[in-house]
C-alpha cells in the first residue's frame, strides 16, 4: 500500500501551494498522530512518514530535531548531513516543544513544569524549573522574540485545581529569563511566533482563533469555527495554520461541532485572507515546518 495520499487543495479560488512542508501530528486513542511531508504544486501530495506521535519540531539549516512525544521520558530526533541520532531522557516528560539554535538545546518538559537547555549530547547546561503541581502551568511551546526566548503556558497557577474548572484567559506569552508577561488573557495558547515583520502571532487555541500582535498593539483575529488551532509556519506568500478537530476531554471522542479531521489552513500574508484548506490523515496537528 501507498504511503504517499494525493490530496485536492480545498480553495476558494485557483492557487498553487509554493512551500513544502512538514506536519507533526499527536497520537490521541483511537486517532492516529504521525510526521507528514506535503509537496508543493497543484494538486498536493502528502506522504505519511510515519506513524509515531510528534509534538515540536525544529528545522535550521541543515538540521531538523522532532520531539516524540511520551508521557514518561524525552525522545527527540535528529536528522542532519552527517546523519541521524536519537537522545532519551528520563528526568524530563511530556516534551511538547524543542529549539536548536546557537549550538544548544531548548526544551519544554511540560510534565516537570520546566524549559530546560543541553548541550548537543543531551547534558544540562540550564534550566527554568517553574513552581507548582505537574501540569499545573501547562507549559508548550517555545520561540524567540527580538532576540529573547518566550513561552506560552496555560497558566500560572500553583494546581490545576487554581483554575476554577476553567482555562478561559488565564494563558500567557513570557518571556523565560525574566518572567515578564508579554501577553495575557489567553485561553490554552500555543505556538508563539513573530514573523519578519515584527508582527507578533499567537493560536489562542480554546478559543479557535489565531491572533495577530501588530507593532500598535492592535490585534487582528482570525476564527476558525470547530477547530482547536494549534501550529503556524510561514512559507514565501502564505501563513500556514494548523486545525485539530476539538476532542472532549473524557471521552476522546471528536465533538459535534468540531471539524472531521485535522486540516492546514492557507492564509495570505499580507492580507490574512483564508486562501483555502489541506485535510490531513489525522484528527490533530501540533507543529509546521517549511522544508524542502
Known amino acids: 500500500m501507498s504511503n504517499t495520499l494525493l490530496v485536492p487543495l480545498q480553495t ?14 499527536v497520537w490521541k486513542p483511537p486517532y492516529m498522530g504521525g510526521l507528514f511531508s506535503i509537496s508543493k504544486g497543484s494538486p498536493t501530495s502528502i506522504r505519511v512518514v510515519d506513524r ?3 509534538t515540536g ?3 535550521d539549516y541543515d538540521m531538523l530535531v522532532r520531539s516524540i512525544y511520551h508521557s514518561s521520558y524525552m525522545l527527540l530526533h535528529f536528522y542532519g548531513a552527517d546523519g ?9 516528560k511530556q516534551v511538547h516543544d524543542v ?14 513544569n520546566e524549559v530546560v537547555q543541553l548541550d548537543q549530547g543531551g547534558n544540562l547546561a540550564y534550566q527554568w524549573k517553574f513552581p507548582g503541581e505537574q501540569g499545573s502551568w501547562h507549559l508548550n511551546c517555545i520561540d524567540l522574540w527580538n532576540g529573547r526566548y518566550v513561552v506560552s503556558c496555560f497558566g500560572r497557577k500553583e494546581k490545576p485545581s487554581d483554575y476554577a474548572g476553567s482555562w478561559q ?31 507578533q502571532y499567537v493560536c489562542d487555541s480554546e478559543t479557535n482563533r489565531l491572533l495577530i500582535r501588530q507593532a500598535d498593539g492592535s490585534i487582528t483575529e482570525i476564527l476558525f469555527p470547530g477547530a482547536f488551532t494549534r501550529g503556524i509556519a510561514f512559507g514565501k506568500n502564505y501563513i500556514y495554520v494548523g486545525l485539530s478537530a476539538i ?3 473524557g ?42
Open 247 to 249: 476532542r472532549h476531554r
Open 52 to 54: 509515531l506521535s510528534g
Open 84 to 92: 541521524t541520532a536519537c537522545i532519551v531522557n528520563q528526568s524530563y
Open 169 to 199: 484567559e488565564h494563558g500567557v506569552i513570557f518571556d523565560l529569563e525574566s518572567g515578564d508577561v508579554l501577553w495575557d488573557g489567553l485561553t490554552k495558547p500555543h505556538t508563539p511566533r513573530m514573523d519578519v515583520d515584527g508582527r
Open 57 to 59: 519540531l525544529w528545522r
Open 99 to 112: 529549539r536548536f539554535q546557537f549550538g544548544q538545546l531548548y526544551v519544554v518538559s511540560t510534565g516537570t
Open 12 to 25: 476558494t479560488e485557483e492557487f498553487t501551494l509554493e512551500d513544502d512542508l512538514l506536519v507533526s501530528a
Open 251 to 292: 471521552d476522546e471522542k471528536i465533538g459535534p461541532n468540531s471539524i472531521p479531521n485535522a486540516r492546514i489552513a492557507i492564509l495570505d500574508r499580507t492580507s490574512f485572507k483564508q486562501l483555502g484548506q489541506i485535510n490531513l490523515p489525522s484528527a490533530e496537528v501540533y507543529d509546521i515546518v517549511i522544508t524542502s
